[in-house]
């Protein structure tokens, strides 16, 4: 059976056991939340040996080949000597600068001690303490000094729980910046561009409109954005004041009912849209129906964390 180790720990476990699962039983409290490679808390850097991998397409190339992995997407199958992630160590410092309430969401905004290279779209691995999430940034490069995240607080879990807590100089840490499936195109500019969002599926949409805004974008600009209530609405304001954009507020029982209105008026209509996976499908399908194009629909499925 190959032995795995940590530091100074070494303990034999048998071949073929899921990485996270080993490290866990030994007491080393690896975080996760998802255990489908989307969370990103569980990543391990793998020293010596290797073990196998279910998934080496959920981290970038450079990473991957510098030994990093997801521990819950790993199997142990010979000696393997790793070393897990640690905030303090591995991850950059960060302060709360801004703490805002809007209902259930909460807007974060952050100043990290280094510049964080980044573009509208990505997303950003948090720490509080021991526990880690992912969340989409919603801040704009080159023109907000901060990082800005918007968090559903509605239902527990164990960082809202802690982010609920939160005040303007404390301390947090940034793991990971991931590439996200949402992002803005130069050559998109003089196409239909629909923004469509659930809940704080809105979050990378705001950067990325507001990106496109910089960019000159001359086509038609949509958004639509579905919400529990009208608090969940937390963007309204700045929505609306925007010159040359068509919002539309949708509460979620409305929501079938608005999808059905969507028309676009040309086949080079691109959409983005992010969300929940159920609101996501949702918004697919009916981008289908209504005639745009499969390879023209770019989706972020949140995934829900405990």
Known sequence: MPELCVGERRWVVPSGSNLLDALNEAGLAVPYSCRAGSCHACLVHCLAGQPVDALPEALALAQHAQGWRLACQCRVVEDLRVAVFDPHRDG?????????????????????????????????????????????????????????????????????????????????????????????????????????????????????????????????????????????????????????????????????????????SSRQTVALVCGGAGSVERFARRLFIAGVPRGQVFADVFVEHA
């Open 92 to 264: 950059v410092p960060a302060r709360v600068c801004a703490v805002d309430w809007f209902g259930d969401v909460l807007r974060l905004r952050l100043k990290p001690q280094r510049a964080l290279r980044y573009q509208a779209g990505q997303h950003v691995v948090l720490w509080l303490g021991m526990v880690a999430r992912p969340y989409s940034l919603a801040s704009l490069p080159g023109e907000d000094d901060f990082l800005e995240f918007h968090i559903d607080c509605q239902r527990p879990g164990a960082f809202c729980d802690l982010a609920r807590g939160l005040q303007v100089g404390d301390g947090i840490r940034l793991g990971e910046l991931r590439g996200g499936a949402l992002h803005y195109e130069l050559d998109w500019q003089d196409r239909p561009l629909w923004l469509l969002a659930a809940g704080t599926g809105l979050a990378p949409l705001w950067g990325i409109l507001r990106e496109a805004l910089r960019q000159g974008h001359r086509g038609e600009i949509r958004v639509v954005h579905v919400a529990r209530d009208g608090a969940g609405h937390y963007l309204d304001g700045p929505l609306l004041e925007m010159a040359g954009v068509n919002v539309e507020l949708v509460l979620a029982d409305r929501m079938d009912e608005a999808l059905a209105g969507l028309r676009p």
